[in-house]
């Protein structure tokens, strides 16, 4: 007998996220999933300018906080590790969040209790002003919205909550 798929099958099947994966982790406590434009985006971020530290690269800074989100061990400190983003003060529409390496933003947004998706990836350079942050906002919900998965396809988890088994 053939049961309901679940929602990470449904992620999954989507064709548009791939999930991050981390062998030898003790703990998996939660999962990260990410759109192509998230790869491609990290995958050109490969030099630093010269004012940029040298010592970790975007894929390093990316790679450590994915790792200590999917672990679960710590706690992610509002503000600082991540930040739940608005299109506006008033907004009551599931959030869109930023994790907050050093060097650059991940804009996302939970998918599942537990499950954050990562659609792109920016410089924190290219946003020194809060109203540049808007369109990706907007983007980040057009994208999750044009995801083949039952509702909620924004989930209203906060980005620090983890997997219930």
Not at 23 to 39: D, H, K, N, T
Not at 46 to 55: A, G, S
Not at 78 to 84: E, I, L, S, V
Not at 98 to 126: N, Q, T, Y
């Amino acid at each position: 007998m053939y049961g309901l798929p679940s929602r990470s099958e449904f992620l999954a099947n989507t064709g548009m996220l791939e999930p991050i994966e981390f062998f030898g982790l003790a703990l998996q406590r939660r999962r990260v999933w990410a759109s192509a434009e998230f790869l491609m985006e990290l995958e050109a971020m490969k030099q630093w300018p010269k004012d940029r530290d040298q010592y970790a690269t975007p894929r390093q800074q990316v790679d450590a906080i994915l790792r200590e989100y999917v672990e679960g061990d710590r706690s992610f400190v509002d503000g600082y590790d991540f930040k739940r983003l608005r299109l506006s003060p008033s907004s009551s529409a599931g959030a869109v969040y930023e994790l907050r390496p050093r060097d650059l933003r991940i804009f996302g947004a939970m998918v599942a209790k537990g499950e954050f998706c990562a659609v792109r990836a920016l410089p924190k350079s290219e946003l020194k002003k809060p109203h540049l942050y808007q369109p990706h906002i907007e983007h980040v919900r057009k994208f999750i919205n044009s995801l083949v998965i039952p509702p909620p396809r924004i989930h209203d988890s906060r980005v620090d909550d983890v997997i219930e088994n």
